[in-house]
Nanobody, 120 residues
Framework: QVQVRESGGGLVQPGGSLRLSCAAS????????MGWYRRAPGKQRELVAQ???????NYADSVKGRFTISREHAKNTVYLQMNSLKPEDTAVYYC??????????????WGPGTQVTVSP
């Protein structure tokens, strides 16, 4: 059974930085694309950044130039480096992993989320 779990959230002042991590653990699978989404209070969940198995990245316009997504294939881990944080970045951040089992079945798996709060 695959487990996806985030870490690294917390409280930070505007202009500060945080690094989120997410690992997919288990056996008998590979991870294709991985990504970060967020849901702010009263808003729908939105894509923050994605990275394919080949390293191609995609960012929401609101975070371009401030956030960087990266991954370590050997550890099935994805990171989100967040710099120049703004109050509007406050949200629960969710990790998404496209899991492909060795026998061929593929699906999206999600972590439980980690809170990021940007406040003076």
């Amino acid at each position: 059974q695959v487990q996806v779990r985030e870490s690294g959230g917390g409280l930070v002042q505007p202009g500060g930085s945080l690094r989120l991590s997410c690992a997919a653990s288990g056996s008998g699978f590979t991870v294709n694309a991985m990504g970060w989404y967020r849901r702010a209070p009263g808003k729908q969940r939105e894509l923050v950044a994605q990275i394919t198995s080949g390293g191609i990245t995609n960012y929401a316009d609101s975070v371009k130039g401030r956030f960087t997504i990266s991954r370590e294939h050997a550890k099935n881990t994805v990171y989100l480096q967040m710099n120049s944080l703004k109050p509007e970045d406050t949200a629960v951040y969710y990790c998404n992993a496209v899991i492909r089992y060795d026998f061929g079945y593929q699906y999206d798996d999600w972590g439980p989320g980690t809170q990021v709060t940007v406040s003076p």
